[in-house]
């Protein structure tokens, strides 16, 4: 039986472009997909189930009964006839390439994928729909919705001093333009095997030095997501645990960056990160008006160049000078102390006044209070 891609509704054709772009997913992480929303309603899940049955009486899509231990209800994926409709909606050509970026756009390209390399993982699904369950943090974002690819497009193969290596992150995200790998945690990889992991990375970091590396193409951080449990449950152990293995690979004067989350403050991670920037600028303005209550005035403020990137204010009064900088940081991330290193580098060589006492001082702010 043949069925046309006219016989479809738009709403059949938009679940099958999802089940193409993101290959397994539940009749939730549908609906919130489709509505970009986490506040779905009774009928909308309705209306994906009976959706769902539709397409699966065509051919279209088949199912997969998840444990109950996993999640509720089945996770739903393209048959070989629905793969092969599918890409005739999106006018994929035969033996295509693609870059994946999603949102699909004017700026996204799309693989000819074989059935065999689309099939979601069934035999072990929960790290999939894990993976999953982060993406949809990122298109119920009501303000912006973050570029992203999975692991089928952010998959890298490389040929570096005459052997091949491959590195494939869960998912990438890019963030002012700046490319994040993203790894889904669930404490379940020893320290020797998290070791492993951060020596893959550090090897393509080495090709990418190496060789002309298109910018978008380098990895600037690397982000563990935990599940939300994890919150209440060991996660300043897990993260002693990755971070000691990162320090291991990468030492502290890394380019690259190391960030924990828990899936349910993933938003707030990369917004973070988005808005660096202006939270910096707040930063200042805030420790200015501080200072002029102490007799002191801002003189001058720079930021450095390249990955390592802090705000430096001077601030000078009839006495004497201070120099001040400013780490934002995530409640879990490796960049405070090579920050700090930084800065005292910069201090002291661009300091040729001689015999001067300084003194250190740390101070916590919190950024919500600004």
Same mark, same amino acid.
């Given at each position: 039986?043949h069925i046309s891609?006219?016989?479809?509704?738009?709403?059949?054709?938009?679940?099958?472009?999802?089940?193409?772009?993101?290959?397994?997913?539940?009749?939730?992480?549908?609906?919130?997909?489709?509505?970009?929303?986490?506040?779905?309603?009774?009928?909308?899940?309705?209306?994906?189930?009976?959706?769902?049955?539709?397409?699966?009486?065509?051919?279209?899509?088949?199912?997969?009964?998840?444990?109950?231990?996993?999640?509720?209800?089945?996770?739903?994926?393209?048959?070989?006839?629905?793969?092969?409709?599918?890409?005739?909606?999106?006018?994929?050509?035969?033996?295509?390439?693609?870059?994946?970026?999603?949102?699909?756009?004017?700026?996204?390209?799309?693989?000819?994928?074989?059935?065999? =390399?689309?099939?979601?993982?069934?035999?072990?699904? %929960? /790290?999939?729909? #894990?993976?999953? *369950? +982060?993406? &949809?943090?990122?298109?119920?974002?009501?303000?912006?919705?973050?570029?992203?690819?999975?692991?089928?497009?952010?998959?890298k193969s490389y040929?570096?001093?005459?052997?091949?290596?491959?590195?494939?992150?869960?998912?990438?995200?890019?963030?002012?333009?700046?490319?994040? =790998?993203?790894?889904?945690?669930?404490?379940?990889? %020893? /320290?020797?095997? #998290?070791?492993? *992991? +951060?020596? &893959?990375?550090?090897?393509?970091?080495?090709?990418?030095?190496?060789?002309?590396?298109?910018?978008?193409?380098?990895?600037?951080?690397?982000?563990?997501?935990?599940?939300?449990?994890?919150?209440?449950?060991?996660?300043?152990?897990?993260?002693?645990?990755?971070?000691? =293995?990162?320090?291991?690979?990468?030492?502290?004067? %890394?380019?690259?960056? #190391?960030?924990?989350?828990?899936?349910?403050?993933?938003?707030?991670?990369?917004?973070?990160?988005?808005?660096?920037?202006?939270?910096?600028?707040?930063?200042?303005?805030?420790?200015?008006?501080?200072?002029?209550?102490?007799?002191?005035?801002?003189?001058?403020?720079?930021?450095?160049?390249?990955?390592?990137?802090?705000?430096?204010?001077?601030?000078?009064?009839?006495?004497?000078?201070?120099?001040?900088?400013?780490?934002?940081?995530?409640?879990?991330?490796?960049?405070?102390?090579?920050?700090?290193?930084?800065?005292?580098?910069?201090?002291?060589?661009?300091?040729?006044?001689?015999?001067?006492?300084?003194?250190?001082?740390?101070?916590?702010?919190?950024?919500?209070?600004?």
């Amino acid at each position: 039986m043949h069925i046309s891609n006219t016989n479809l509704s738009e709403k059949q054709k938009q679940i099958m472009m999802l089940l193409f772009f993101y290959r397994g997913m539940t009749a939730k992480d549908i609906t919130i997909f489709s509505s970009r929303s986490v506040k779905f309603t009774l009928s909308d899940e309705k209306s994906t189930y009976n959706m769902l049955a539709n397409l699966k009486n065509k051919g279209m899509i088949d199912s997969y009964k998840l444990q109950q231990s996993v999640s509720s209800g089945s996770m739903y994926y393209l048959t070989r006839r629905g793969l092969e409709s599918t890409k005739n909606i999106l006018d994929i050509n035969v033996a295509q390439d693609g870059n994946g970026w999603l949102p699909y756009g004017e700026s996204s390209t799309l693989w000819d994928i074989p059935f065999e =390399a689309y099939t979601p993982p069934l035999k072990q699904p %929960s /790290h999939h729909l #894990l993976n999953i *369950k +982060f993406l &949809t943090q990122l298109v119920v974002n009501e303000d912006f919705v973050y570029s992203h690819r999975t692991n089928l497009y952010a998959a890298k193969s490389y040929l570096f001093n005459g052997k091949n290596y491959r590195l494939r992150p869960d998912t990438e995200v890019l963030i002012n333009d700046k490319l994040y =790998a993203i790894e889904i945690d669930r404490s379940t990889e %020893s /320290h020797e095997q #998290l070791v492993l *992991k +951060f020596e &893959t990375y550090k090897q393509y970091l080495n090709h990418c030095n190496a060789e002309e590396v298109d910018n978008r193409d380098i990895i600037r951080a690397i982000v563990f997501v935990v599940e939300e449990k994890a919150r209440n449950h060991g996660m300043k152990r897990r993260w002693n645990n990755i971070y000691a =293995a990162f320090l291991k690979v990468f030492g502290i004067a %890394s380019s690259i960056k #190391l960030i924990f989350t828990s899936m349910d403050k993933v938003q707030e991670t990369l917004d973070f990160e988005k808005s660096r920037t202006e939270i910096e600028a707040q930063q200042l303005e805030y420790q200015t008006n501080e200072e002029k209550t102490l007799g002191f005035n801002l003189e001058n403020s720079f930021v450095t160049s390249g990955d390592q990137h802090l705000l430096i204010a001077k601030f000078v009064s009839d006495e004497c000078y201070k120099y001040m900088f400013f780490s934002l940081t995530h409640e879990f991330c490796s960049d405070l102390l090579m920050k700090y290193k930084t800065f005292n580098s910069v201090i002291h060589n661009r300091n040729a006044v001689q015999g001067l006492k300084i003194e250190d001082e740390t101070k916590e702010v919190n950024i919500s209070k600004l």
